[in-house]
Nanobody, 120 residues
């Protein structure tokens, strides 16, 4: 069974930085991996995704401040967050897609989430 283990959330002041990590396990390789976030009372939105070939997509509000990367050998995706703003507060969910080795079906899953709080 695929598991996503997130770490690195916490509380930081405006302008600070955090680094999130997510280790994926349970299958041999993952396709797209990334991060979504959900602020209180709002829908879950894209933060950033990265394919296994390195193509990256960022949400508009984080461009220029956040950097996503991954280590395919460790099935780990990272999110470096700089210049954090109060609007970045929310639960950050790791996301991973994979293809079933036997039948070729595609699946996706979110992690349990890690809280990021940015205070002024």
């Amino acid at each position: 069974q695929v598991q996503l283990a997130e770490s690195g959330g916490g509380s930081v002041q405006v302008g600070g930085s955090l680094r999130l990590s997510c280790v994926a396990s349970g299958t041999s390789a993952f396709d797209t991996m990334g991060w979504y976030r959900q602020a209180p009372g709002k829908q879950r939105d894209l933060v950033a995704t990265i394919t296994n070939s390195g193509s990256i997509n960022y949400g508009e509000s984080v461009k220029g401040r956040f950097t996503i990367s991954r280590d395919n050998t460790e099935n780990t995706v990272y999110l470096r967050m700089n210049s954090l703003e109060p609007e970045d507060t929310g639960v950050y969910y790791c996301y991973a897609q994979w293809t079933d080795d036997t039948f070729g079906d595609r699946y996706a899953k979110y992690g349990q989430g890690t809280q990021v709080t940015v205070s002024s």
